[in-house]
Every structure is written in C-alpha cells, then in structure tokens.
C-alpha cells in the first residue's frame, strides 16, 4: 500500500514557475511508476507526465512538453514536478499517483493517489 501527498501548489503569474512535491510512503516505492495528472474546473482529469521506477524514462503530454520536467528521489520516497513558463490554461488541481504499469497515461491503471494540490496562473 501507498500513501502520497503532494505539497508545493500556490498562485503564480504566467510565465513563472512552480516546483511539485509529492511523497510517499512504504518500501517499495521504486516499484512503481509515478505519474502526475491535474484537474481544471468543468473538465475531465487529464495525463501530464509519467516517470518509471528506475528513473530511465519518462512521458510527456504534448501540452507540457518542453516547460515541465518530471523527476524522483527514490532515496527520498518522493517525486517531483518542476513547471516553467506556466500559462493560465495550466490552471487545475494536481495530483500524482503510483502505478505497477509502466508509463502508463490511462489514469485508471494507477492504484494509488494523493489529495491534490491547487496550482492556478494569473494572467
């Protein structure tokens, strides 16, 4: 079982830049493949990005690419999503989640997922 709890939302300008926490709990957590997926009020949660347990390889949505950048600390218990160049549309609540599939975008094969943290961009 894992427990995930994501920190690092708050209100930012567009063009600026916001750095997501999420950690986990338990021993097997190089195990999983993490993935980050977020939320816009009045719209169906969508896929961000996704990392494999070894760190080796990673996915992007076309919307993200090139402006977030996922990564992990499997010392640590924890991952990350650095996002630069922030634009309103990625306005949405923020959640990461594990999964035994590697990167996977379909948000029903991840098991376990956190509380969500709120990220909104001023214009």
């Known amino acids: 079982q894992v427990q995930l709890v994501e920190s690092g939302g708050g209100l930012v300008q567009a063009g600026g830049s916001l750095r997501l926490s999420c950690a986990a709990s338990g021993r097997t957590f190089s195990r999983y493949s993490m993935g980050w997926f977020r939320q816009a009020p009045g719209k169906e949660r969508e896929f961000v990005v996704a990392?494999?347990?070894?760190?080796?390889?990673?996915y992007y949505a076309d919307s993200v690419k090139g402006r977030f950048t996922i990564s992990r600390d499997n010392a640590k218990n924890t991952v990350y999503l650095q996002m630069n160049s922030l634009k309103p549309e990625d306005t949405a609540v923020y959640y990461c989640?594990?999964?035994?599939?590697?990167?996977?975008?379909?948000?029903?094969?991840?098991?376990?997922w956190g509380q969500g943290t709120q990220v909104t961009v001023s214009s």
């Open positions: 989640a594990a999964s035994l599939y590697t990167l996977t975008y379909v948000d029903r094969s991840y098991l376990y």
């Open positions: 990392i494999s347990g070894d760190t080796v390889s990673s």
